[in-house]
C-alpha cells in the first residue's frame, strides 16, 4: 500500500509503551475513545465549555479540583462518577447550561490515559464519530500521525476499532488492514452495544449514550490538546488541556 502509513495504537499497555519511549515526539496524534472519553470530551466543547483538564488519577483530578474549585471535577470510574464528583462521563450530562464557560477536569479509566500518552506531539486531537469528519479534513496530506485507540481493560476495543477504521477511510486510506473491522461491520450503535463496552453501558442503564456517540459528524469541531502540568498542594500534576482554537 503505498501512501501514509500511519502508526495505528490498539492496547493500554501498547499505549503505555509508546508514551514511555516518546513515541508521539513531533507527530499529529488523533486519541479515540468512542465510549466514552473523547465522545464526552467533544460534547463538553461543542456545548460551551472553556476547556477540559484531561488528568490521569482520580486523586490527581480531587487535587488540580482543589486548587480550581470553580471547576466541575468529572469522570467515571467503572463506568459511573467516582464519590464527590460533579459530573460523570456521559454526554448527557455535559448540557451547555451545566458547562458552558466552565472548566472540566475529567479523569476517566482508558481515554484521558491515552490522551496523556502524546507528550511531544505535534497536535493532539480527541476523537469519535461525533466530529471525525473534521478531525480527517486536518490530516489532509500529512503522511505521518499516530491514531490511538484508547482500548479497555488490558485490551482493544471494538468500538474504538471501527471509530479508527471509519476514520482512515476518511483520510483516505480506507484499504488500511486496521480499517478492516470497519469495512466488514460499519460503526452502527447495535454493532457497539454487543462489544464489551457497549455491554457494560447498556448494564447501567446508558444504551443512550451508545446511541448518542455514534451520531456521526454531529459535533464538526477539532479540539486541540496540549500537554500541561498543574502545580497542586500534592506536587506537580500532568494533564492535557483540551479547548477550542
Ligand atoms: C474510559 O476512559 O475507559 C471510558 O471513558 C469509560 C467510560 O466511559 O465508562
Keep these: 500500500m503505498s501512501g501514509p502509513k500511519p502508526l495505528l495504537l490498539h492496547v493500554p499497555g501498547e499505549i503505555a509503551a509508546f508514551a514511555r519511549r516518546r513515541g508521539a515526539a513531533g507527530r499529529p496524534c488523533v486519541v479515540i475513545d468512542q465510549l466514552r472519553a473523547t465522545s464526552t470530551i467533544v460534547t463538553a466543547l461543542a456545548r460551551g465549555a472553556k476547556r477540559v483538564l484531561a488528568v490521569g488519577a482520580v486523586e490527581a ?21 467516582p ?24 479523569t476517566t479509566t482508558n481515554g484521558t490515559f491515552a490522551l496523556l500518552a502524546c507528550a511531544g506531539a505535534s497536535s493532539i486531537r480527541p476523537a469519535s464519530l461525533l466530529n471525525l469528519g473534521a478531525v ?10 499516530v491514531v ?3 482500548g479497555s481493560d488490558g485490551k482493544a476495543a471494538l468500538e474504538d476499532e471501527v471509530t479508527a ?6 483520510v483516505g486510506l480506507g484499504g488500511h488492514p486496521a480499517a478492516a473491522p470497519f469495512r466488514a461491520w460499519g460503526a452502527g450503535p447495535e454493532l457497539q452495544a454487543r462489544a464489551a463496552n457497549g455491554r457494560r453501558l447498556v448494564g447501567l442503564g446508558l444504551a443512550k449514550d451508545i446511541v448518542f456517540c455514534a451520531q456521526r459528524d454531529h459535533f ?6 496540549r500537554i500541561v502540568e ?5 506536587g506537580p500534576v500532568p494533564a492535557v488541556e483540551i479547548f477550542l482554537p
Aim: aromatic letters at 6%.
Design 61 to 81: 483530578a480531587r487535587a488540580v479540583k482543589a486548587e480550581r474549585p470553580d471547576a466541575l471535577l468529572a469522570g467515571e470510574r467503572l463506568g459511573t462518577a
Design 83 to 106: 464519590e464527590g464528583f460533579d459530573l460523570g462521563n456521559s454526554p448527557f450530562e455535559y448540557t451547555e447550561e451545566r458547562v458552558r464557560g466552565r472548566e472540566i477536569v475529567l
Design 230 to 234: 498543574i502545580r497542586t498542594g500534592g
Design 136 to 145: 480527517a479534513r486536518t490530516l489532509a496530506g500529512a503522511d505521518d500521525f
Design 220 to 225: 464538526p469541531i477539532v479540539p486541540e490538546g
Design 165 to 170: 477504521g471509519a476514520f482512515l477511510t476518511a
Design 148 to 150: 490511538i485507540c484508547s
